[in-house]
């Protein structure tokens, strides 16, 4: 029946070849909560990296043991021992009394906000240098949705992004497909902070007429009741002001470095709260 | 057979999730900044390499789409840019090719460079905004490729077990 000599089985495994690539093009176009079918391979990432961030936590403990340990045998030859071992718990009393003002301060900032806030660690980091984004301990069983704001005590670091059960990527300030609305804080121009990866981002559709500064903060306009209003953004580096351009290229460097971060606050709801006033920022 | 088939559906597919874990969770807890080596896409290539049979393709799909989980990229931007490197692996393997380690160094080192300008050039016309060339990134992630792809290299040839036709590929050693 065959009259064209067609090997049908290879016919089929070339469309699956191709098709795969083309419905992921189509994939795209949907929202991420109707991707289905990427919640195995979620559960998976997060179940993944909750291990490794297990292990790595007992690596890191573990090496730091023994590094103590040569430290106090070096010191100990020439301090007769006991004063080594003092100064090393003295450097671990005051890796805890730096963790410990970290986390007072974040506790106090949770109790002088009307913000609902959940606290979460930084767990991972992206895979590629070509994204920011990075993990936190924290996913859709703690009530995390995508788009949540997700900030830290000196400001805004990104927004949630493709949620696990119990891990959530944050999408950062600096990548390339972060979008976040802000306002000049000495001028109130408004304008478009978008990521544009090494590191920063971008202010766009501001006005060419506004009055825009290098050094000026740029702060969170408070739309969608998503971030505060008036917290910290970035810092403008450059303003520059093209001939034929009707809005103005400024390049603005992230207040948070998200590299040093290691705990966060995902914002679940704002309540509209305004935070110019209290962090002295002009309104 | 059906246990051969299956180990070799899921080893390389267990390997490509420990090494993202790595890559993301403990490299950065005990490295900090510094880039990390592209352990994935080095489990990736070797498929490409040491995998004859046409439909490796589906088996580099899978690992892709285990691997988006764990980045931002877009699963278009995953699946096209590995189906791209897929066919320049193995159009190269099939006209230059010995065995042993030093053949998967050399090869990974290409294929990571390959795999960045390919992406490159995708984003150009698939992305809203094209990547950034972070050339300091990208260098440090070559330069850790010719160690990390020995320890894949190895993990990989330990756990194989290689389909008879196949067997040519896989003799030499170290």
């Given amino acids: ?283 | 057979m059906w246990k051969r088939h299956l180990w070799r559906i899921l080893m390389p597919l267990v390997i490509t999730l420990l090494a993202c874990g790595v890559q993301t969770v403990l490299w950065p807890n005990i490295f900090g900044e510094l880039t990390a080596p592209p352990l994935w896409l080095l489990v990736i290539t070797w498929l490409s390499l040491y995998r004859e049979r046409s439909s490796t393709i589906l088996l580099v799909y899978a690992a892709g789409w285990l691997t988006s989980a764990f980045t931002a990229m877009p699963l278009k931007m995953m699946f096209t840019s590995l189906l791209i490197l897929h066919l320049v692996v193995t159009f190269t393997r099939q006209r230059i090719f010995w065995s042993g380690v030093s053949y998967f160094v050399l090869a990974s080192v290409c294929s990571v460079a390959a795999f960045q300008i390919i992406y490159m050039a995708l984003s150009v016309f698939l992305e809203p905004v094209r990547a950034a060339w972070l050339p300091l990134e990208r260098i440090v992630q070559l330069l850790l490729v010719v160690p990390s792809s020995f320890v894949v290299y190895v993990v990989m040839n330990r756990f194989e077990l290689p389909h008879p036709a196949e067997q040519r590929a896989h003799e030499g050693g170290l």
């Fill in chain 1, 1 to 283: 029946m065959n009259f064209l000599n067609i090997d049908l089985k290879k016919i089929l495994f070339f469309l699956l070849v191709i098709a795969l690539p083309l419905l992921s093009f189509n994939v795209e176009q949907k929202s991420r909560e109707d991707q289905w079918f990427n919640e195995p391979v979620q559960f998976l990432a997060g179940f993944t990296q909750e291990t490794f961030d297990v292990f790595s936590r007992g690596v890191k403990e573990t090496t730091g043991l023994y590094l103590n340990l040569i430290g106090i045998k070096k010191e100990s030859a020439d301090l007769k021992g006991r004063n080594s071992e003092l100064t090393t718990r003295l450097e671990a009393m005051n890796e805890l009394q730096t963790e410990n003002d970290r986390l007072r301060a974040m506790l106090d900032f949770r109790q002088a906000t009307k913000m609902e806030l959940i606290a979460a660690e930084v767990v991972g980091r992206d895979l590629v240098p070509d994204h920011s984004t990075i993990t936190i301990n924290k996913g859709t069983n703690h009530g995390l949705k995508n788009g949540q704001a997700v900030i830290t005590l000196g400001g805004v670091l990104g927004y949630i992004f493709k949620p696990g059960a119990s891990t959530s990527h944050v999408m950062l300030l600096s990548d390339r497909y972060a979008v976040v609305d802000g306002i000049v804080q000495r001028t109130r121009a408004h304008g478009i902070v978008e990521g544009r990866s090494a590191g920063g981002c971008n202010l766009k559709y501001v006005e060419r007429t506004e009055d825009v500064k290098e050094g000026d903060i740029v702060v969170t306009g408070g739309l969608d009741n998503i971030f505060p209003k008036g917290f910290p953004i970035a810092t403008v580096q450059s303003v520059e002001r093209k001939t034929f351009s009707v809005s103005l290229k400024v390049e603005l460097k992230p207040v948070v470095d998200p590299d040093k971060v290691e705990e966060v606050f995902v914002v679940t709801n704002a309540k509209n709260e305004d935070l110019g006033p209290r962090l002295g920022l002009k309104e």
